[in-house]
């Protein structure tokens, strides 16, 4: 059996994730495909624009055949620990055999190469970023530089566009993180095609008929956000997707970052007496400085930009923000890394015919996979409880602000079944 593992946010579903499915899919002859999903928050700092259910549903509906939550301490995370965390799941459950990946340069031995460089961190790498550093130069351009010494003539040609672009990067610490595992899954990428990640404009065009027209999905967000209509987006997104989130926007609202500034400014002035430095990736400086600025908070958006400096962007501190409002403390990584990563798979949803997979889920696994956070609670030790208790405040805080003006119940995180199709 053949088992494609795809780590993706899906934020919202469009075209291009459409084209992944299918190209790894025919890339590695595999039965099935496992996607490991961001919740309801993800790795920019920000609220997902629509709750993980719905994003599930979408994945299951165009080629995915079970979709399982990154736990939230590992979706809002550095790179690193976002790869760690995703690549840890897959590996866990004994039966994923490749794991696909999109990127912008396309080789999966230029990735694999600076992967190894960069994990095995030779002496003469050492030597060549501890020269460049001491020139003055930042760390990501004395590591280009660095990286270029080490490797071969073609790679080190390459090196700087490869290490600008975020999807590659993402890719190498995919790769990494299967080194550090000494996991047989084989890294595939795809590349990616269409516009580039940062860009926010959507291609003009009225049809989708060809796969450089695919949009980014942050296009997708700004053209909703900007209020445009869903039949304005329906050349960008898959007809499954798209119906499904019309009928997701009947009883809730798009969320974005603002629309967490009131909880989060609670949160600050009743922390600000002590600081914020246990909450993963905020340093004292930050710390202090949060506490500094709390005067001229007017709105999250806006007070990340007060925040943010030379040496830490926007969404850096952002995601620490998050951190800190979603209770998400350094200690808690530290448990993450020592119950390795992942203590239980949870189950978002899945197809039927995939019972042979999740058969053979279940006889080669290390990790429940949970579909009831109520059996879950009272199978669970205390320690793999947290994170379990960690993803469920998230997606209940979000839930609460998706319906605040819908005049709809809450719905209740832990009586939620999985999405079965």
């Not at 997902?48 to 995915?64: S, T």
């Not at 794991?99 to 003469?124: M, R, V």
């Not at 798009?254 to 990736?281: N, P």
């Not at 947290?386 to 469920?392: A, N, T, Y």
Request: aromatic residues 8%; charged residues 20%; positive net charge.
């Amino acid at each position: 059996m053949k088992v494609n593992g795809i780590i993706a946010e899906y934020n919202p579903f469009h075209n291009g994730h459409l084209y992944q499915i299918k190209e790894s899919a025919q890339r590695t002859e595999c039965d099935f495909t496992i996607v490991v999903m961001s919740g309801n928050f993800v790795q920019r700092g920000a609220p997902a624009i629509v709750e993980k259910r719905i994003r599930a549903e979408a994945a299951l509906r165009h080629g995915a055949d079970l979709v399982l939550e990154l736990p939230v301490l590992y979706a809002t995370a550095s790179a690193e620990a976002f790869a760690a965390g995703a690549v840890a799941l897959l590996d866990r459950l004994g039966v994923v055999t490749h794991l696909c990946f999109g990127s912008e340069c396309g080789h999966t031995d230029w990735l694999a190469q600076i992967a190894k460089l960069l994990s095995e961190e030779s002496l003469f790498y050492r030597s060549a970023l501890q020269k460049y550093l001491k020139q003055g130069f930042t760390y990501p351009a004395a590591r280009v530089r660095a990286l270029r010494e080490s490797s071969d003539s073609t790679l080190s040609q390459n090196a700087e566009s490869i290490l600008a672009s975020p999807n590659n990067i993402l890719g190498i610490e995919y790769i990494r993180a299967l080194y550090k595992r000494r996991s047989s899954i084989l890294p595939v990428t795809v590349k990616r095609l269409g516009t580039n990640y940062h860009d926010a404009g959507l291609p003009d065009c009225k049809t989708q008929t060809s796969p450089v027209d695919i949009c980014s999905a942050l296009a997708l967000r700004q053209a909703l956000y900007q209020g445009k209509s869903l039949s304005q987006l329906s050349s960008h997104m898959p007809p499954n997707a798209l119906v499904l989130l019309e009928k997701y926007l009947q009883t809730r609202k798009l969320l974005c970052v603002e629309d967490f500034s009131s909880v989060m400014y609670y949160k600050l002035i009743a922390e600000r007496d002590t600081g914020y430095e246990k909450y993963l990736d905020v340093s004292s400086d930050l710390s202090d400085r949060i506490r500094r600025c709390l005067r001229d908070y007017t709105g999250l958006e806006a007070f990340c930009e007060i925040l943010k400096t030379k040496n830490m962007t926007y969404t850096r501190v952002s995601r620490c923000l998050f951190h800190i409002l979603l209770g998400i403390e350094k200690k808690d990584l530290v448990l993450g890394k020592t119950l390795d990563y992942t203590p239980y798979a949870r189950v978002l949803g899945f197809n039927r015919s995939a019972a042979s997979m999740l058969k053979a889920i279940g006889q080669h696994s290390d990790i429940p996979l949970v579909t009831s956070l109520a059996d879950a609670k009272k199978s669970l030790t205390p320690e793999e409880g947290r994170l379990l208790q960690l993803d469920i405040f998230a997606s209940e805080l979000y839930q609460n602000l998706a319906r605040l003006h819908s005049h709809q119940p809450v719905q209740n995180e832990i009586s939620t079944p999985p999405v079965i199709l």
